[in-house]
């Protein structure tokens, strides 16, 4: 079997997978500090990541129409641009109002990143590859996710302002991408109408309602109780500092990262229904465990716990949508699953900012509780199972 993370073109989509987690993932640690030096509160700091997502809730579905209609390149190369131009533009930040717009700007360019990385595996890879390509994808995500914060925080030592340097790297990767990089592109055929037609169907089964809602609930988890008040947790109960905070989400994504390389192997011997359910069940491990820990080393464990659910999780409902959609309409489909993606991450920091101001930190991670047991029971009731047989060579019939 070739080594799939040796392709050419699969790197260039980890590339860009790091790059739609960078926007957020780099400033985690440095929340604290950007909220004392450009004096927001913690009911609004969540303000800052809100408004670099919005721009993907308004521009998903117009992302993936552009990215079927014209070719996934065309979209892909300005948005890393607008990315990297106006992520450094942060740095100069002198007020509230001047970071919030940049930040907006930023999200306009991060919008498509995570729609066209997913959409790109579909095309270039099927069966078994794809559910690989997407592990190994994942694997690079959870690097991203954890090295971001670790490098974040350092940067944060120098001042909040620092992390907003990283978004440059987005610059020559869009021009590495525009002259090197080999990917299929959708061939236009029948009008409009019908091209939204056929993809509305498909987007209506069981099957991709339920994932669609699966994805909806792990982002509400991920930005709310995670990325926006771990830290905050981290700094008011234990006076963490950045560098520490980056440290933590390391663990997560260190553990993320192990769950996706093996994501292949697993879905052929447990199948992809047993290990959304396996996810569930750890994100409620994570959400009962983080608010109680008596100390930093106690809050490690729920934080492995909450690393193995996301390694499961996402390459695993990734997988799943890029193999219910063709070319022709894959671009729209993974496109939908983005704009939910972006709601979430947009409304879940408001959301638990106005259940931290009326209930307090422990009542946040209580809401992440409810939404793993939703996870939960679309995972038992709502997701067909694609186990397959067992008889392969990397789960041998027992």
């Not at 790091?18 to 030096?37: C, F, N, Q, R, T």
């Not at 303000?47 to 998903?60: C, M």
């Not at 995570?114 to 694997?139: C, F, P, W």
Request: proline content about 7%.
């Amino acid at each position: 079997m070739r080594r799939l993370y040796l392709d050419k073109n699969l790197q260039f989509i980890f590339g860009v997978t790091l790059m739609a987690v960078l926007g957020v993932s780099s400033i985690i640690p440095a929340l604290p500090d950007i909220m004392e030096g450009l004096s927001f509160t913690p009911a609004t700091i969540g303000l800052t990541i809100a408004v670099f997502t919005l721009p993907g809730v308004l521009l998903a579905p117009l992302v993936g129409i552009l990215a079927d209609r014209l070719g996934r390149k065309v979209v892909l190369v300005p948005s890393l641009f607008l990315f990297g131009g106006f992520g450094f533009a942060c740095f100069f930040a002198q007020s509230v109002t001047q970071l919030l717009v940049l930040r907006f700007c930023q999200g306009v360019g991060a919008a498509p990143l995570g729609v066209l990385y997913g959409t790109m595996i579909g095309d270039l890879y099927e069966g078994r590859e794809r559910g690989q390509a997407m592990g190994y994808n994942s694997s690079v995500l959870a690097m991203g996710t954890a090295g971001f914060p670790a490098l974040g925080g350092f940067l944060a030592l120098l001042g909040w302002n620092w992390p907003f340097l990283l978004p440059l790297v987005a610059i020559p990767l869009g021009l590495a991408i525009s002259t090197a990089m080999d990917t299929p592109e959708p061939r236009i055929s029948g009008s409009f109408k019908q091209y939204l037609s056929t993809a509305l169907t498909q987007m209506k089964t069981r099957q991709a309602l339920s994932l669609f809602a699966t994805t909806l609930l792990t982002f509400v988890i991920l930005y709310g109780p995670i990325v926006t008040y771990l830290p905050l947790l981290l700094d008011l109960r234990f006076h963490a500092s950045p560098a520490s905070i980056g440290m933590i989400f390391l663990v997560a994504s260190g553990f993320s990262g192990l769950a996706s390389f093996q994501l292949g192997r697993l879905a052929e011997c447990f199948g992809q229904k047993a290990l959304l359910g396996t996810a569930a069940v750890l994100y409620g491990l994570a959400m009962l465990l983080m608010p109680h820990a008596p100390g930093m080393w106690q809050v490690i464990p729920p934080v492995i716990c909450f690393g193995l659910a996301q390694g499961l999780n996402i390459p695993t409902i990734m997988t799943m949508l890029t193999s219910l959609a063709p070319m022709e309409q894959r671009g729209a489909f993974m496109a939908a699953n983005g704009l939910l993606l972006r709601l979430a991450q947009t409304v879940a920091p408001l959301v638990m900012g106005g259940i931290y101001a009326l209930f307090g930190m422990g009542a946040v991670f209580l809401g992440g509780l409810a939404c793993a047991a939703a996870l939960l029971g679309l995972a038992l009731f709502a997701t067909r199972n694609t186990r397959p047989e067992p008889n392969t060579p990397e789960c041998p019939r027992r």
